[in-house]
C-alpha cells in the first residue's frame, strides 16, 4: 500500500505560482494513477488534475486548464502540481490521491483509493 503527503501548501497573492507537492512512501506512487482534487470551504471536493501513468497522459478541470500543470518524478516517486496564475478561486484544501492504473485517468473520487491529508492554499487579493 502507498502512502501519500502533500505539502507546499501557503499564502500567495492573486497572479502568483505555486507548486505542491505529493510524496509518497510503501508502495512507489509510479505504479499508480495520480491526481489531485480540492476542496474550498461549503464545497465538495473536486478535480483538479490527474495524471495516467500509461503514456503519461495529463488531464485538466476546465477551471485549471492553461494555468495548473501535474508532473510526475518516478526517481522521486513524487507528483507535484504546478500552479500559475493563481486567482481567489483557487483557494482550498488540496489532496492528493493515487488509484489504479487505466486510460483514461479517473476524475471521480471512486477512481482513487489512497488519500493524502491535504494542504491548505489560500490566495489573496
Known amino acids: 500500500q502507498v502512502q501519500l503527503v502533500e505539502s507546499g501548501g501557503g499564502l500567495v497573492q492573486s497572479g502568483d505560482s505555486l507548486r505542491l507537492s505529493c510524496t509518497s512512501s510503501?508502495?512507489?506512487?509510479?505504479?499508480?494513477?495520480v491526481a489531485w482534487f480540492r476542496q474550498a470551504p461549503g464545497n465538495a471536493r473536486e478535480f483538479v488534475a490527474a495524471?495516467?501513468?500509461?503514456?503519461?497522459?495529463?488531464y485538466y478541470a476546465d477551471s485549471v486548464e492553461g494555468r495548473f500543470a501535474i508532473v510526475g518524478d518516478n526517481a522521486k516517486k513524487m507528483v507535484y502540481l504546478e500552479m500559475e496564475n493563481m486567482n481567489l478561486e483557487d483557494t482550498a484544501v488540496y489532496y492528493c490521491?493515487?488509484?489504479?492504473?487505466?486510460?483514461?485517468?479517473?476524475?471521480?473520487?471512486?477512481?482513487?483509493?489512497?488519500w493524502g491529508r491535504g494542504t491548505q492554499v489560500t490566495v489573496s487579493s
Open positions: 490521491a493515487a488509484g489504479a492504473l487505466k486510460i483514461p485517468a479517473g476524475r471521480g473520487e471512486s477512481d482513487y483509493t489512497v
Open positions: 510503501g508502495r512507489t506512487i509510479n505504479h499508480y494513477n
Open positions: 495524471l495516467a501513468r500509461i503514456g503519461n497522459i495529463d
